[in-house]
């Protein structure tokens, strides 16, 4: 910023040295050497400014790029920490938008909206008080245009800070669009709903560029006769400036130099007015971001603390998704350290939130959660995580080899542990079997593996985790019968030596 400011100030010197040459051609009293000095020295001012707006730019965008680092750290560090309810009530589209798009875009405003902006307010301020000084007459008539102008533009600020947020709603609306689409598309190829789909996509991207094109018009009068009266400061202090010279109450010389110092003035004030768009953008940016990170965090706090055993208790336990629609009412449950227990029940009757509340993925409405006569809020989520293996009844993959999937459950695991829990977990004959073997991508959510095959891999993930408390959450649900009994044998061995 500091450099932005310093390049400004350099190029407004050259307007203050174009006043002393005109005034010294006018009157005659240099020789050649004086003005060719002078040239030199505007010279070294335009070269000095471009050094400082480098190093500006430079800087800027270093700054820019570890702010939003920062930032998408603090929002990634912020959805470990949310329930998991609110995150899947969000669109995934509206979270991709924030997370990537937005933050993508706060980068070049802060690289360069908040030191150009800076320099270009510091400047004209600067040289404002110097031609205060020179004739506050002519100094505060230049600056009528501006007043104008700058009513003018209010019109379109204001209608930003409502416009702006609908129009980012439209774009997450599109952005979900497609992700229907894609994630669909078998469903969309089976029902041959292609048109139908299609033009929910096409609908969105007309409504986002309609509602452009109908804001751009509201705001092309406005920005048209701001952006036409603002330079005009010269031709408002030139009949003025005649007036007083006529009259013998300015000096024809510093009348010369007002209006060469204008131009400085006015070229940095409407870049200033350029960055209008930007500063209503960002307002709206970064309420967005705000709002995650503001949001609800799970009640755990950060103590690891001993667990003495792992017995789990429900206590009198109420939970609902939804207000006013509880799910769970009052439950207890004791599990014995060293059991099997199964939850058996017709579907929607809760037995995954059950096994959800108790990873804490939830925080219970009301009763309590332990493990080891602990309050599972007592404890720090990565401590949680240490102690309950979670295997869903939707297992999700990331897109890297299997081997680095598995690895996720340990990250210490030598590839010949992965191997070995691999074999006990009825995945290690299928594996062999792909193009690479435990090196083998398994594309985005693991699309690449059928769902079976995925279950055993998360089943192997959690065998290699070997936390003392294991989750199944109907995990055999994608299990053909002549797997199942392989299976099984797989989840004896996931919870040997637990029993």
Request: proline share 2%.
């Amino acid at each position: 910023m500091l450099f932005a400011i310093l390049g400004v100030i350099s190029n407004l010197f050259v307007y203050i040295i174009l006043s002393k040459m005109i005034i010294s051609l006018i009157d005659g009293s240099q020789d050649f050497h004086y003005y060719i000095n002078k040239i030199f020295l505007i010279l070294s001012c335009l070269i000095i400014k471009e050094v400082f707006m480098f190093l500006s730019t430079m800087i800027s965008h270093k700054t820019a790029y570890q702010i939003i680092r920062d930032i998408r750290k603090s929002l990634m560090e912020k959805l470990f920490n949310m329930p998991l309810g609110d995150i899947l009530n969000e669109s995934t589209g509206k979270l991709k938008d924030i997370i990537v798009n937005q933050v993508d875009n706060t980068e070049t405003t802060l690289a360069h909206m908040i030191p150009e902006m800076t320099a270009n307010l510091v400047g004209p301020i600067i040289l404002f008080v110097y031609m205060l000084i020179l004739d506050y007459r002519l100094s505060l008539i230049s600056l009528i245009p501006l007043v104008i102008g700058g009513f003018f533009m209010a019109g379109p600020m204001k209608r930003m800070k409502v416009k702006f947020p609908q129009a980012v709603k439209i774009g997450q609306d599109m952005n979900n669009s497609v992700v229907e689409y894609i994630n669909g598309i078998e469903v969309i190829k089976t029902f041959n709903q292609g048109e139908k789909s299609y033009r929910k996509y096409r609908d969105n991207v007309y409504k986002k560029a309609n509602y452009y094109y109908n804001w751009m018009g509201e705001n092309t009068r406005d920005y048209a006769i701001s952006m036409s009266i603002a330079p005009v400061g010269i031709l408002t202090i030139i009949p003025f400036g005649l007036y007083f010279c006529m009259n013998g109450s300015l000096d024809g010389g510093v009348f010369l130099t007002l209006i060469i110092l204008s131009f400085g003035t006015i070229q940095n004030i409407m870049r200033v007015m350029t960055f209008e768009d930007d500063i209503g953008r960002m307002s709206t940016i970064f309420e967005e971001i705000k709002n995650i990170l503001y949001a609800r965090e799970l009640s755990h706090k950060n103590a690891n603390l001993d667990i003495k055993n792992h017995n789990i208790e429900m206590k009198n336990v109420d939970f609902s998704y939804e207000k006013d629609k509880q799910v769970l009412s009052n439950i207890n449950l004791n599990i014995e350290e060293g059991s099997v227990n199964a939850l058996v029940g017709e579907s929607g009757s809760g037995k995954s939130t059950i096994a959800k509340l108790i990873s804490g993925f939830w925080d219970v409405d009301s009763g309590s959660i332990s493990i080891g006569n602990v309050n599972i809020k007592d404890m720090s989520l990565e401590k949680l995580s240490t102690i309950i293996s979670y295997v869903a009844q939707d297992n999700f993959l990331f897109d890297m080899s299997i081997k680095d999937n598995i690895r996720i459950g340990n990250e210490n695991a030598s590839d010949e542990e992965i191997i070995e829990v691999c074999k006990k977990a009825a995945c290690h004959d299928f594996i062999m079997n792909l193009s690479d073997g435990y090196d083998t991508r398994v594309g985005e959510a693991g699309k690449h593996l059928s769902g079976g095959e995925r279950q055993r891999i998360s089943i192997a993930r959690a065998m290699i985790k070997n936390a003392p408390i294991v989750i199944l959450d109907e995990a055999t649900s994608y299990i053909d019968p002549e797997n199942e009994a392989l299976i099984q044998d797989a989840i004896s061995e996931l919870v040997k030596g637990k029993l």
